[in-house]
Antibody
Framework: QVHLVESGGGVVQPGRSLRLSCAAPGLSIRDYGVHWVRQAPGKGLEWVAVISHDGSNKYYADSVKGRFSSSRDNAKNTAYLQMNSLRTEDTAVYYC??????????????WGQGTMVIVSS | DIQLTQSPSFLSASVGDTVSITCRASQGIGSYLAWYQQKSGKAPNLLIYAASTLQRGVPSRFSGGGSGTGFTLIITSLQPEDSATYYCQHLNNYPFTFGGGTTVEIK
């Protein structure tokens, strides 16, 4: 079963930063957009961000705009989510997922297992 | 931003039943809609994209339909392993918001 692997989660104080990584062992993500989706405890899914296959286009949810930044290193087959000025409401499991064909209106067909981020003092 | 409203939020049905979940968009999104299944503690799994195209490997008892602002996910011959929460997501323009989810319980 091909999947992505997130890492970098943990417990962090409000106002601090964290960087999540999304690796893709067993598949190349260079031709695909990578999305970040989060899920607060007991809540539904929230789309957070996307970075295009070449990193030239990035979009964010209003809830994280100006605080989160996505990037990627295709040579390392890895995408990143830099999270700054973290708030308690950012506490969630963070998933990365690749899109189906690299097209702008693609669904997300391969997901990671998620990494937990807890923002607490 | 486009809002997606799913209904019902919870349903309980028996093995072999046919169930239907509705997703309504706050504005027209053509066929840019996907459905996901999420089992407890697991990542979501893509079921259907482009409103009605079944993802490879997904059982044919799952089907999707609709366009514009109204969409439906139908599960025929419900199986015990279908117990999960189902989400719709629009793919029309960013942000790609999700619906609130529908939890399906097997009686």
């Amino acid at each position: 079963q091909v999947h992505l692997v997130e890492s970098g989660g943990g417990v962090v104080q409000p106002g601090r930063s964290l960087r999540l990584s999304c690796a893709a062992p067993g598949l190349s993500i260079r031709d695909y957009g990578v999305h970040w989706v989060r899920q607060a405890p007991g809540k539904g899914l929230e789309w957070v961000a996307v970075i295009s296959h070449d990193g030239s286009n990035k979009y964010y949810a209003d809830s994280v705009k100006g605080r989160f930044s996505s990037s990627r290193d295709n040579a390392k087959n890895t995408a990143y989510l830099q999270m700054n000025s973290l708030r308690t409401e950012d506490t969630a499991v963070y998933y990365c997922a690749k899109d189906l064909t690299g097209w702008d209106h693609d669904a997300l067909n391969i997901w990671g297992q998620g990494t937990m981020v807890i923002v607490s003092s | 931003d486009i809002q997606l409203t799913q209904s019902p939020s919870f349903l309980s049905a028996s093995v072999g039943d046919t169930v239907s979940i509705t997703c309504r968009a706050s504005q027209g999104i053509g066929s840019y809609l996907a459905w996901y299944q999420q089992k407890s503690g697991k990542a979501p799994n893509l079921l259907i994209y482009a409103a009605s195209t079944l993802q490879r490997g997904v059982p044919s008892r799952f089907s999707g339909g609709g366009s514009g602002t109204g969409f439906t996910l139908i599960i025929t011959s419900l199986q015990p392993e279908d117990s999960a929460t189902y989400y719709c997501q629009h793919l029309n323009n960013y942000p790609f918001t999700f619906g609130g989810g529908t939890t399906v319980e097997i009686k």
